[in-house]
């Protein structure tokens, strides 16, 4: 289980994969620690893609979004 706050309000996720509860609970760990705290609705898969994803290109220092458009 996930838990956090978005504002006043607690969020709690189950899941039954420990990787999707891991990018679940990252994710929004960063969007609090950057002060991202509005509540997009990903998938558990789209979330884990996005994680996957983003740390393939961190070392490049390039954006997701313009790593993307390169491709």
Known sequence: ?????????????MFVDFEEAYAEAKGASEDVNNGETTNINL??????ILNHAS?????????????????
């Open 1 to 13: 289980m996930v838990s956090y706050f978005v504002g006043a309000e607690r969020k709690q996720k």
């Open 43 to 48: 998938s558990n898969a789209d979330r884990v």
């Open 55 to 71: 740390e393939a290109v961190r070392p490049t220092g390039v954006p997701l979004d313009l790593a993307a458009k390169e491709g």
